[in-house]
């Protein structure tokens, strides 16, 4: 037994076969559907939109190609342990899991000058539960980066600016739709091994697949919306060795699932049953502001991938002084070529 074959086995996560089985099934419970285009106008013309995107992606990085920009390859696979998958106040119980993650993704580069670069993209990927399957999901993905550097030299600092658009199918609909995220990055090497980023964005998301649970209370609970900032910095250690740390704060729309007599439902702007977590489970949408730090420590694999071992934690205070608690170990195998 290789050492594959033993994460596989001990740990009860199917192999990747079996997470190609999930993007594909998932993504086509994700179609939109007609009664769902009809009472929910928004998600649709998001949908519209992310198709829009991908169309224009991809013939701009057809013409990038013919144009002779560089066009790569970048693929990844992980799989992380969240302590609270469901965001859930302790109270009401947290529900830990265990998911094994792939993506693959193509790109084309060009620089219009020797200052500035632009960076096209579109990708796919899955993601798979061990316990919870019905948050099993796959996705595709469409973005665009244009990137700015002040200077020559590599301590010379830039600017970035990106925008993602994606569709996520779960296996249970409620949280399936499309969405889009804008950002704005600055970032500064200080000598050949440290490199600090800091950066603001905006995040939307749809969904319209919610379960009425009480009559006049919205059922799209993921219909999200936030803001948020981060920092960073980055330390290389000899030429194998990275070790990075990012801190945020984010306001805005979050979801947490809890009991139809939960105390937070007087502060719900949404409601819908949840069948991820069993029954009489809901979930809410709320008004929350999160802080999260983490810590990765990269190996490299050579000139083109790497392994890297991360942990992170997140504390979201909701309405009326509640707060849950989350945090995360993973492990990451990136390839870019």
């Not at 037994?1 to 086509?28: C, G, R, W, Y």
């Not at 920009?69 to 696979?77: E, L, Q, T």
């Not at 504390?315 to 990136?334: D, F, P």
Request: glycine fraction near 10%; charged fraction near 20%; aromatic fraction near 10%.
């Amino acid at each position: 037994m290789n050492l594959a074959d033993m994460v596989f086995h001990q740990s009860k996560i199917p192999a990747a076969s079996e997470t190609a089985q999930v993007v594909d099934d998932s993504m086509k419970r994700a179609q939109c559907r007609n009664d769902g285009c009809n009472t929910r106008a928004r998600g649709c013309l998001a949908q519209h939109l992310l198709l829009a995107l991908a169309a224009f992606a991809a013939s701009a990085a057809t013409a990038a190609s013919a144009a002779g920009a560089d066009v790569g390859f970048d693929a990844g696979a992980s799989i992380v342990h969240d302590s609270n998958v469901s965001r859930s106040l302790a109270s009401e119980g947290t529900q830990a899991d265990t998911s094994m993650a792939g993506f693959a993704a193509a790109r084309a580069y060009f620089a219009p000058t020797s200052a500035d670069g632009v960076t096209l993209s579109l990708g796919a990927g899955g993601e798979r539960f061990e316990r919870y399957r019905g948050l099993d999901n796959g996705w595709i993905s469409a973005g665009a980066a244009y990137r700015r550097k002040f200077g020559l030299g590599y301590e010379a600092p830039w600017v970035r600016a990106e925008a993602l658009a994606e569709y996520h199918g779960y296996d249970v609909d409620l949280r399936s739709g499309p969405r889009l995220t804008s950002r704005v990055e600055f970032g500064k090497r200080f000598g050949e091994r440290v490199s600090a980023q800091a950066g603001a964005y905006y995040e939307q998301r749809w969904s319209s697949h919610g379960t009425t649970a009480y009559p006049g209370v919205a059922d799209d609970v993921y219909d999200l919306r936030g803001r948020g900032v981060y920092a960073g910095v980055s330390v290389a250690f000899g030429d194998a060795f990275t070790l990075g740390a990012h801190a945020g704060l984010r306001r805005g729309d979050v979801a947490s699932t809890a009991s139809e007599w939960s105390p937070l439902l007087s502060a719900a702007s949404a409601i819908s049953e949840d069948p991820t977590f069993g029954n009489e489970r809901y979930a809410y949408r709320l008004r929350g502001t999160t802080r999260n730090a983490d810590v990765t420590l990269s190996y490299a694999l050579g000139d083109r991938a790497s392994i890297n071992l991360s942990i992170s934690g997140a504390y979201t205070g909701v309405a009326q002084g509640y707060a849950y608690r989350s945090r995360a170990t993973g492990i990451a195998w990136l390839y870019r070529y």
